[in-house]
């Protein structure tokens, strides 16, 4: 190795400390790598320093550790370490709306067809389609509702359905609708999941009723450069999203408890609720403002729906998560 050169950790790979561990969230590749306290406190010190300066610091001993790390492309030799500077984390967003549920059951009496258009020219990117077992929809009208999607800007659908509407989603449907990324059938006789040929994710499970109340489990956290750089500055999960329930109430997401106003309402439309600021309050209420999450190693990947409260000058989340067992990992 060239004494000489100069250590850089490279710049999309950023180091986490957190209560419950450390990790390096390696932006490029999306992989969350997770770093024992020793790992963490070595490469912060080392970043940017002539390997001759951290022979001297650490002993040869620590040539094993950069050799990992250089193997691993989470660090790299340079002649000239200023020459690359952090990446910059101002975030743009180019829509108003990036997210929206929209739920259908018996009681539901908003026209969904007239919401799915107005998302469309919010520029909603992802829309999640739930229709309840209970609802008194035809074939034919599940059908109307993926028309009004052909000509969107929407890039992905999230269906759930009563598994009785299976016959809809056949192979031609599936070609025809191409932003449909999955569908979930209720009541199901076995709980499976599969993808088809179309690459569209399949679940089948035997609830009658999907149940939002959030699971915490490792494959939720995930990350993109771009949500990553959100995530310091916005609640990622709440950000530009909106669901309205199958009642007509608009809310932050589907099991919050406050509610913006009813669609029965014709002062109400999701455009004037989505650009008010009591509306967009939580959005920029980030893991780093919140107590307990401030101090977790996945606040910068964690897309939690959960509601916030405010007490005694500081931020809580609803639901409660007990940071996820950080004893299941494998830290280097
Ligand atoms: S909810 Fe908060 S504490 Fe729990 S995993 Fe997410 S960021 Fe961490």
């Not at 990992?68 to 743009?92: G, M, Q, R």
Request: hydrophobic share 35%; with cysteine.
């Amino acid at each position: 190795m060239d004494k000489s050169k100069f250590l850089r950790v490279f710049t999309d790979c950023y180091l986490v400390e957190g209560d419950n561990g450390y990790v390096i969230y390696d932006l490029t590749r999306r992989k969350l790598i997770s770093i024992s306290k020793i790992t963490y406190n070595v490469l912060k010190e080392i970043d940017g320093k002539s390997i001759d300066f951290i022979i001297s610091k650490f002993g040869d001993d620590i040539i094993k550790i950069i050799d990992y790390f250089l193997t691993e492309e989470i660090c790299f030799l340079t002649d000239n370490p200023a020459n690359f500077p952090k990446i910059s984390e101002d975030v743009y967003f180019e829509n108003e709306c990036y997210s929206a549920i929209l739920e259908i059951g018996s009681s539901t009496q908003y026209d969904y067809v007239k919401i799915i258009n107005e998302l469309n020219q919010l520029g909603c990117q992802m829309l999640m389609l739930s229709i309840k077992s209970d609802s008194d929809l035809t074939s034919e009208e599940i059908l109307n509702i993926f028309n009004a999607t052909t000509d969107s800007f929407f890039k992905c659908i999230d269906v759930v359905v009563p598994s009785c509407f299976e016959n809809i989603f056949s192979m031609d449907f599936f070609n025809q609708n191409v932003r449909v990324t999955s569908v979930t059938y209720l009541g199901s006789e076995q709980l499976k999941t599969e993808e088809n040929k179309n690459f569209v994710q399949i679940n089948r499970i035997k609830d009658e009723e999907l149940n939002w109340t959030e699971k915490f489990v490792r494959s939720n956290l995930t990350f993109t450069l771009k949500s990553f750089m959100e995530s310091k500055k916005y609640n990622i999960a709440l950000n530009r999203k909106i669901c309205i329930d199958e009642f007509g109430f608009i809310r932050n997401y589907i099991n919050h408890e406050q509610h913006f106003g009813n669609l029965s309402d014709t002062d109400v439309s999701i455009s004037k609720v989505l650009r008010s600021p009591e509306f967009q309050k939580k959005w920029g209420i980030s893991n780093d403002l919140v107590e307990n999450c401030k101090s977790c190693k996945f606040r910068y990947c964690c897309f939690s729906n959960s509601d916030l409260h405010y007490s005694n000058d500081k931020w809580y989340k609803v639901n409660s998560c007990h940071k996820l067992d950080p004893t299941k990992e494998n830290e280097n």
